[in-house]
């Protein structure tokens, strides 16, 4: 059974950093495309950043383009975002979730199968 399961949200000052770690279980972890979303109550769910299996490819998020970075590691199951810059409209609950096959856009959250509870991040100004 997959489990995916995220760390690593809090409240953080506008224009500081956060780190989200996603741990994922009961699958081989290279054989999947991973992908941050995010959400806001009341908003539809956004794909701030996905990686390749391999971590050779990445896409991002206009929005987060040049303050995010999206990261893994296969040898520990993690996929990592280190968010730089935060600001009041980062505020969402962050999903990782786990795709064994993306068919167009990776950041079309149908590409995924398994996701995880999610992580509130909160910024104030």
């Known amino acids: 059974q997959v489990h995916v399961a995220e760390s690593g949200g809090g409240l953080v000052q506008a224009g500081g950093s956060l780190r989200l770690s996603c741990t994922a279980s009961?699958?081989?972890?290279?054989?999947?495309?991973m992908n941050w979303f995010r959400q806001v109550v009341g908003k539809e769910r956004e794909g701030v950043a996905c990686?390749?299996?391999?971590?050779?490819?990445?896409w991002y998020a206009r929005s987060a383009k040049g303050r995010f970075t999206i990261a893994r590691d296969n040898a520990k199951n993690t996929v990592f975002l280190v968010m730089n810059n935060l600001q009041p409209e980062d505020t969402a609950m962050y999903y990782c979730?786990?795709?064994?096959?993306?068919?167009?856009?990776?950041?079309?959250?149908?590409?995924?199968?398994?996701w995880g509870q999610g992580t509130q991040v909160t910024v104030s100004s």
């Open positions: 990686i390749s299996r391999s971590g050779s490819t990445d």
């Open positions: 009961g699958l081989t972890f290279g054989d999947y495309d």
């Open positions: 979730a786990a795709a064994r096959r993306v068919v167009g856009a990776c950041n079309r959250a149908e590409n995924y199968d398994d």
